[in-house]
Nanobody, 119 residues
Framework: QVQLVESGGGLVQAGGSLRLSCAAS????????MGWYRQAPGNQRGLVAT???????NYADSVKDRFTISRDNAKNTVYLQMNSLKPEDTAVYYC?????????????WGQGTQVTVSS
């Protein structure tokens, strides 16, 4: 069984920075893709950024050149460095991890962490 623990959210002024972390724990699993998604009130959950096991990244247009996704495979952890934050970045941020457990492939969501950007 795999569990995710997110951290790093909070309140920041526009133009500031935050770093989110999401650590996966468990046994007998290998992680494939990892990603961050966000959901603002009244909106659907949407993609922020993803990173493959080989390190290839993909970003939503709205965060390109401001956010950076990275991973530490030794720690089973994915990070999201968020710079030049804007009020419209305010949302609950969720990490998502795709993993292989024995012969099956699965996906799991983190509990979510609130990011609030004040103007």
């Amino acid at each position: 069984q795999v569990q995710l623990v997110e951290s790093g959210g909070g309140l920041v002024q526009a133009g500031g920075s935050l770093r989110l972390s999401c650590a996966a724990s468990g046994s007998d699993f290998s992680i494939n893709a990892m990603g961050w998604y966000r959901q603002a009130p009244g909106n659907q959950r949407g993609l922020v950024a993803t990173i493959t096991s080989g390190g290839s990244t993909n970003y939503a247009d709205s965060v390109k050149d401001r956010f950076t996704i990275s991973r530490d495979n030794a720690k089973n952890t994915v990070y999201l460095q968020m710079n030049s934050l804007k009020p419209e970045d305010t949302a609950v941020y969720y990490c998502n991890v795709e993993f292989t457990y024995y012969s099956g492939s699965f996906g799991i969501w983190g509990q979510g962490t609130q990011v609030t950007v004040s103007s």
